[in-house]
Every structure is written in structure tokens, then in C-alpha cells.
């Protein structure tokens, strides 16, 4: 018998005041390096146990569990996004104003970190038709989920067919379909089309193009689309051949927004130019500075009486001398 079981304090996300609370979850052991305070997990809740996103916010050892308390289905984030400081400020935040526990945590996140959850269908047994216990318009909707080459979403399903919820639920747990959770950012980073050699047991045979893009990728393990067909002078349609072959592999590789990438920054040196008073103080609180001791000094003014032209006075004295 186990003597501790690890634990979580979670601030789950969509949350009505009237239950809102930090819900404890278990860490399953394949999770237990990475489950720490401060990173977003994913965490089954409410009857239906549908994955909702959620905070840690706390870490202990428990010696006895009660059986309904749920794991931790997967953490989401490599480093935490809130620190020990930060976490307080939640509770602080939750205590004083009139929000929950994941209110507080969102105001601290960046716009468009947050990830969204999607409900989605496949078929999961193709002998449906066959079935005596499913319905014609389950049926249907099977045939349907059955044609398509990815899984269908669950807002889609309900507008093309009149089927309710709970039905949908009953056909999983019939084993009929299967239900899953695709986890995406609100806001992606941008993304470039890569290409890069699949992991091939045969030697290929191949025209002159497609050696000229073979042979470039092998020496540089990875490149964009764009790029290969810059180097190589070719078209895609080179590349979607050797990939139809099982020679390339596509994948997106993300690439992080900079706003500033292709921006211009010129320096403009201005010099400050102080009144009697602000050159009074400035000569104090430089005579202080080229002491080289520590000093503590108060620059005593009422607002807008110009302390800040004598702070940028000695700031450029400081940069002038290189230090």
C-alpha cells in the first residue's frame, strides 16, 4: 500500500462563482517530474469528466485519497508561467475582488496563451451497420464520420444532425464512435512549412530534380519549403513527388512573432538642460556619485517640480562614463 500520494491544488478554468474552489488532483506517477506549481495542466471535471485547462497552484503529499478524487490528464506547459509571487497575488486577487481562482490566474497570462479545447468524433467501430441497438440517424451519422478523413467536430456534428448530446455520449460508451480532446493555442505562433528526409530503408530512384532536392536536404538535415525550392530551382510539386515516394517528410516548424524584426532604431542623444534649483541638486547628488561610496539620497519636490530632469542629468553623466 502506498504511503503518500502526490497531489494538486488546481484552479480549473470556467468556473461559476457558486462552485468555484481549488480542486485537488492526483499526479499520476508518469507526471510527477513535470506536475509542478505555477504550469497549466489539463484536468477531467464535472460528471462527464470533460478535460478543462487549469492552473497549479499548490503541491503535497496526501496519505490517504478518497477514490473519487480524478488525476491529472496531461501538464501542458516545459517551464511554469506563474512564480511563488504570483501565485499569492491569485489568492489575493480572489480574496479582494469579485472573480474566481482562474479569473485571477488569466489576468496574469499573455493575450492569446490561453488554450482552447475541442470536442471531436471519429468512427471507432466500422461494423456499425450491423448494429441493432443504434438508431437509422445514428447510422447516419456514422456513415458520415465514417467518409471523413479527420475527426468531425462536435458543434458540426449537432448542426448537420439532429441528434442530442447525450446520444452522442451513448454511442461512445456503446463503442460505436470515439470522443477525444484537441488541445490548440487561441493564438498560434506563425508556422513555416518544413521539409526533411523520412526515415526510408530503400534507395530510392530518382530524376535529376528530385536527386538535386534529395541530395540538398541530406546535407542539411532540414529546410524550409520555400527555401528548398529557392536552392534547388524547383517547384513544390518536386517535393509533394518525393513525399507521395516516402522520401521527404512534412512538418509545420513554429516561428516565434517579433514585431520589432523589421524595424529601424536610430539613438537620439539629447541633452538635458537643467534650471538653477535642478542644477543645485544635480551638483549634490553628483558630488555623492563621484565619491564612489554608497550613498542614500532623497530628492525632495512636489510633482511636477522637475526631479526627473536631475535623475536624467546624472543617468547621462553615468553613460558618458561608461559605467
Do not use: W
Not at 37 to 58: A, D, E, H, T, Y
Not at 197 to 220: E, G, N, R
Request: charged share 25%; with cysteine.
Amino acid at each position: 500500500m502506498r504511503s503518500a500520494y502526490p497531489s494538486a491544488g488546481v484552479a480549473v478554468d470556467s468556473t461559476t462563482l457558486s462552485f468555484d474552489r481549488i480542486y485537488s488532483y492526483l499526479i499520476p506517477d508518469s507526471l510527477r517530474s513535470v506536475a509542478t506549481c505555477g504550469k497549466r495542466v489539463l484536468v477531467p471535471f464535472g460528471r462527464g469528466n470533460r478535460l478543462r485547462q487549469g492552473m497549479i497552484v499548490s503541491v503535497e503529499e496526501l496519505t490517504c485519497v478518497d477514490a473519487s478524487v480524478k488525476e491529472i490528464s496531461s501538464v501542458l506547459d516545459e517551464e511554469p508561467l506563474l512564480t511563488e509571487e504570483m501565485i499569492k497575488t491569485v489568492f489575493f486577487i480572489h480574496d479582494r475582488y469579485f472573480c474566481t481562482f482562474y479569473d485571477a490566474v488569466r489576468v496574469m497570462l499573455p493575450t492569446g496563451l490561453n488554450y482552447k479545447i475541442n470536442t471531436v468524433y471519429s468512427i471507432k467501430e466500422k461494423s456499425y451497420a450491423e448494429r441493432t441497438d443504434i438508431s437509422e440517424a445514428e447510422k447516419s451519422l456514422c456513415t458520415y464520420l465514417s467518409t471523413r478523413k479527420k475527426p468531425v467536430s462536435k458543434e458540426n456534428l449537432l448542426k448537420k444532425f439532429p441528434l442530442s448530446d447525450r446520444l452522442l455520449t451513448q454511442l461512445c460508451h456503446s463503442g460505436v464512435i470515439l470522443r477525444e480532446d484537441e488541445v490548440f493555442r487561441h493564438t498560434g505562433d506563425s508556422t513555416v512549412k518544413m521539409v526533411a528526409l523520412a526515415d526510408i530503408s530503400f534507395t530510392p530512384k530518382l530524376t535529376p530534380k528530385q536527386k538535386k532536392v534529395y541530395d540538398l536536404v541530406s546535407s542539411v538535415g532540414k529546410a524550409s519549403v520555400k527555401e528548398i525550392c529557392y536552392y534547388t530551382g524547383v517547384t513544390s510539386a518536386v517535393l509533394d513527388a518525393l513525399e507521395k515516394k516516402g522520401v521527404l517528410r512534412y512538418f509545420q516548424d513554429e516561428v516565434m512573432r517579433n514585431p520589432y524584426a523589421d524595424a529601424e532604431y536610430t539613438a537620439k542623444r539629447t541633452t538635458t538642460v537643467l534650471s538653477t534649483m535642478q542644477e543645485q541638486a544635480y551638483s549634490s547628488l553628483l558630488s555623492d556619485y563621484n565619491s564612489e561610496k554608497a550613498c542614500v539620497s532623497l530628492l525632495y519636490g512636489v510633482t511636477g517640480s522637475g526631479k526627473t530632469s536631475v535623475f536624467m542629468k546624472l543617468i547621462e553623466k553615468c553613460f558618458d562614463d561608461g559605467r
